[in-house]
């Protein structure tokens, strides 16, 4: 069974910064396709940044810019740094790893931009 977990998410003012964190458990061989979702209230989960096994990245376009992601080198462990934090990147933020055709996803770190 596949672990998926996430840390970092807190209450954040808006133009200020915060950094998440996930790992996935040591019992996986080899590297996978990782992201970062997003879900806010009342809304359907999007995607907020990818990364493939091979270091490519994918951005959504809401944060482009603003947020980085990043990979521990030889690990399933990913980071999102987020800079320039607004009212809108408010949500409950996922994260996903890819493992063939099946999905894990970790239980959710909430992220809240407010004055």
């Known amino acids: 069974q596949v672990q998926i977990v996430e840390s970092g998410g807190g209450l954040v003012q808006p133009g200020g910064s915060l950094r998440l964190s996930c790992a996935a458990s040591?019992?996986?061989?080899?590297?996978?396709?990782m992201g970062w979702y997003r879900q806010a209230p009342g809304k359907q989960r999007e995607v907020v940044a990818t990364?493939?096994?091979?270091?490519?990245?994918d951005y959504s376009h809401s944060i482009l810019g603003r947020f980085t992601i990043s990979r521990e080198n030889g690990k399933n462990t990913v980071y999102l740094q987020m800079n320039r934090m607004s009212p809108e990147d408010t949500a409950v933020y996922y994260c996903?790893?890819?493992?063939?055709?099946?999905?894990?996803w970790g239980q959710g770190t909430q992220v809240t931009v407010s004055s």
């Open positions: 996903n790893l890819r493992l063939g055709v099946r999905e894990y």
């Open positions: 990364i493939t096994s091979g270091g490519s990245i």
């Open positions: 040591r019992s996986i061989m080899g590297i996978y396709p």
